[in-house]
């Protein structure tokens, strides 16, 4: 199959042609120069590396009513917010299959990583890693210690299956406690991420100390807080819908003009599904509403490219035969690849390696 259109990934964006075999990428060229002499099936798209959902937690899946209404503080705030008590109600099994339906509904829709803040310590972290069995998705855990003060052992038992420590935020944890877990973190060659400024505003010099590899909202954050954030070089997830809920957003104009590191992520699983393809729109149409208009190209950005460069692993983020990754296909018109992949994608635009047909390829 050649598909005829553009390319957007870490390279940029670029009118190509992109030839695929057995559902890999073997060739990319300019249009018209790829030789195929209608040997080929041929289709008109667009082709995305695959995209990462920067922040969730899964194991909020579970719930299967509307959560009730109250503040951030009441909802999600450790030990005693609604989450907490409904992940202490429910069994393992029923995480451990909740977990795996949110999975499997981010594989459908493309994506090929996620990277999660999954608490409940190492049973936690043991959970996400069963619920994500055999699944092709690169899965970065974030776990949490469940004891407070800090039980030295609990830590390393977390730290030896996990990828990092996620923590709730400056307020709800003490310093003493942040600077353990980053020191730790640091000696195993593993991530330390924490929230900041999401149900108001926090102070960066309390936040950054120590400095995080991650931080996570930012909706309250002022001018400054951004640029100091910036300066430190450090990025952020952004989760607008999960922030929308509680009547607040994101800055992305801003974080898009100082030219903060942003990644997107869809938060809490009880809140709303796990699709990045909705939480761009939203994004998108959002920063609208609020007259603070965001670019397409840095909100696609935010979903295929800063999430690999941050994993480590940059070449995910590249269309290409080299890729880890088989890329996305979406049947959407490629003269503005980036207006089209921000507001239009759904799953059943997209294609796996090659269009439906007799020969057994078809479109999700």
Not at 197 to 223: I, K, N
Not at 332 to 337: M, T, V, Y
């Amino acid at each position: 199959m050649i598909v005829e259109g553009a390319i957007l990934d870490i390279d940029g964006i670029r009118p190509a042609y992109v030839r695929f075999r057995h559902g890999r990428v073997v060739e990319t060229g300019a249009i018209g120069a790829d030789g195929g002499r209608g040997r080929e099936r041929r289709v008109h798209g667009i082709v995305v590396p695959p995209p990462v959902n920067a922040h969730t937690h899964l194991g909020d899946a579970v719930s299967v009513r509307e959560p009730p209404r109250g503040s951030v503080s009441t909802l999600v705030r450790p030990p005693d917010g609604y989450k907490f008590r409904l992940l202490a109600d429910s069994t393992a099994t029923e995480k451990r299959r909740a977990m795996r339906r949110a999975l499997h509904r981010m594989v459908r829709e493309g994506l090929a990583g996620a990277i999660d803040f999954r608490e409940e310590g190492r049973a936690g972290v043991e959970l996400l890693r069963a619920a994500a069995q055999d699944l092709p998705l690169r899965l970065f855990v974030f776990g949490r210690p469940v004891r407070r003060p800090l039980d030295p052992t609990e830590l390393r038992e977390v730290l030896d299956l996990a990828d990092g420590i996620g923590l709730s935020s400056a307020q709800d944890e003490t310093q003493e406690t942040r600077r353990a877990v980053a020191r730790a973190c640091r000696a195993k060659g593993k991530r330390y991420a924490l929230h900041a400024s999401e149900a108001r505003r926090e102070d960066p010099q309390e936040f950054l100390d120590p400095v995080p590899d991650l931080l996570v909202h930012l909706a309250r954050a002022t001018a400054t807080d951004l640029e100091t954030v910036r300066d430190a070089g450090v990025p952020v997830a952004v989760c607008p819908r999960s922030n929308a809920l509680f009547g607040r957003q994101p800055d992305l104009a801003r974080m898009e003009r100082i030219g903060l590191t942003v990644l997107l992520g869809t938060d809490n699983a009880m809140f709303h599904a796990p699709s990045i393809w909705r939480e761009l729109e939203f994004a998108y149409v959002g920063s609208r509403l609020r007259h603070r208009p965001v670019s397409a190209d840095f909100l696609a950005r935010a979903a295929l490219v800063e999430p690999w460069r941050w994993l480590g692993a940059p070449e995910a983020a590249r269309v290409g035969p080299d890729a880890p990754f088989p890329p996305l296909v979406l049947r959407l018109p490629p003269e503005d690849p980036a207006y089209q992949v921000v507001t239009r994608t759904t799953e059943h635009l997209m294609v796996r390696g090659r269009p439906p047909g007799r020969r057994g390829g078809r479109a999700r």
